[in-house]
């Protein structure tokens, strides 16, 4: 799937030469003046090789459409930066091919990031699920925000911020959380009626 991918963007691309190694060396110079047309050109005959920085990043978490956005819009970032800077004996593909890699893995650890942030409210939700569905069965009632906190050797706010992160969760992906479960605790002020209405959730 993802080699159909590329080499569909490289047909896309078919029409944009790379920079030869002389034309690259004009056009920094005439980018460094400030000509625009120079700068898009750079731009544009080095997607190429902004894509094959995409590659060595595929499958560690972040959509390839993802990762060649990010690496294209490093590489212009880069151009603008290169253009504007007492480069010296700086060289542009080192230059460009650092910046690129710098966003792709910023990209990637935000993912992860993301993903592990996730698991950890996913956690901490079930424990909290089962935690009071335990103490309703032996209360005979359902539980308060305080004796949970009490059972589970948390503070009421910590409670109550995990309750309010899973229903932020649930806004934005209902199909992925239990809402019933927590809404049985109270002080989580939602109905059934309402939690249907608002997260689309079905018994």
Known sequence: MHDDFYQMYLEEMGNIPPCTRDEQERLLKEAAEGRKEAKKRLVEGNLRTALEYARE???????????????????????????????????????????????????????????????????????????????????????????????????????KGIMKMAMDAMSMNAETMDLEALAEVEGIEITEDEAAEDYDYEE
């Open 57 to 159: 990043y595929d499958g560690r978490g972040v959509l390839i459409t993802d990762l060649v956005q990010e690496a294209n819009m490093a590489l212009m970032m880069a151009v603008e930066e290169f253009s504007a800077m007492e480069n010296g004996r700086l060289a542009f593909d080192s230059f460009t091919g650092r910046k690129i890699r710098e966003a792709l893995t910023a990209a990637v650890e935000e993912q992860q990031s993301a993903c592990q942030t996730g698991e950890e409210l996913a956690a901490r939700v079930n424990v909290l699920q089962k935690v009071s569905q335990a103490l309703a069965g032996e209360l005979g009632r359902e539980a308060t925000v305080e004796e949970l906190a009490d059972k589970m050797k948390m503070s009421v706010e910590e409670i």
